[in-house]
């Protein structure tokens, strides 16, 4: 009987989930940046290995919202673990031990969920601090690939027994449309300034893929005037570094050339804006009603 299950990559910001979710389906679905909360929306990646077929979320960071679209998102990670058979909770190795699931996600009790505690980022300590660790948890390194296959293992011996709901080809669930807009905010975390990147998001506006090239016409959205012209750039040079990124990583998951037509607009305020949150895919949260067993019973 073949086994599949849904499995979240869950904990703080900037713990490397997103690294850990690209090494495990061996593919460059979830933006990577080493600046926190680089990940707004959950990112499902597809591994299948012969009886087993591995359903991962990589979910916004658990933190303390600032403002709207902070709430937003942890209320949709907080929503997924609900929904999840197996949950991850990622800690970076260089600062363990980890607190505890319940604490870091701030539930009053752990998700009905197993919880497995997995050690981040192991290629920056030391073999015998990796050998400390590993009876607290998995100890993995998204960058060199360590410890991923024991990790496969221990999340398999935990997915329940039913037929797999995707192609064993596929590696991820969500449309082209919605890695375009990913692509383009990892080229804004990597080439504009610290605080732009996260008033900045896009849209897909068309997207003819008979065409050849691809032709996809997406909208850039800052919430100042005076952002504008920093993604545009003088003489275009910016806007155009962002959608060359973009086209790159396009190209690569399609393996057909991409034509990227990119507009700026302004969208005052967007990130503490209700309707726009909802347009851009946050929506307004659910009340959370997840099966919880007391506290103390996670497992590493």
Known sequence: MPR?????????PNVGKSSLLNALVGAHLAI??????????????????????????????????????????????VEALGRMDLILHLHPAPDAPAPSFAEVAGLTSVPSAQVLTVYTKADLV?????????????????????????????????LPERDFAYDPEDVGTQELR???????????????????PYS?????????EAERPVYI?????????????????????????????????????LGLPVYLDSWVKVLPNWRRNP????????????PVAAAARPPGQESS
């Open 217 to 253: 016409r997406v909208t850039l959205f800052v919430e100042r005037e005076s952002q504008k012209g920093i993604v545009i750039g003088r003489g275009g040079r910016t806007i155009g570094a962002l959608g060359a990124h973009a086209r790159a990583r396009v190209e690569a998951l």
């Open 126 to 158: 030391a073999e015998g601090r990796r050998e400390e660790l590993a009876p607290a948890g998995l100890v993995v390194s998204a960058s060199t690939g360590d410890g991923v296959e024991l990790l496969l293992s221990r999340v398999r011996e935990g």
């Open 200 to 208: 900045f998001n896009a849209e897909v506006e068309e997207f003819r």
């Open 178 to 196: 919605f890695f375009v807009v990913e692509y383009l905010r990892e080229a804004a975390f990597e080439l504009l300034g610290d605080e732009l």
């Open 32 to 77: 990577v940046s080493p600046k926190a909360q680089a990940t707004r929306l959950p990112v499902v990646g597809l591994r299948t290995e012969g009886d087993t077929q591995f359903v991962f979320h990589d979910l916004p960071g658990l933190l303390e919202p600032a403002y709207l679209m902070q709430a937003r998102m942890r209320a949709m990670a």
């Open 4 to 12: 599949t299950g849904h499995i979240a990559l869950a904990g703080a």
């Open 275 to 286: 309707a726009a949150l909802t347009r851009f895919g946050f929506p307004e949260p659910n």
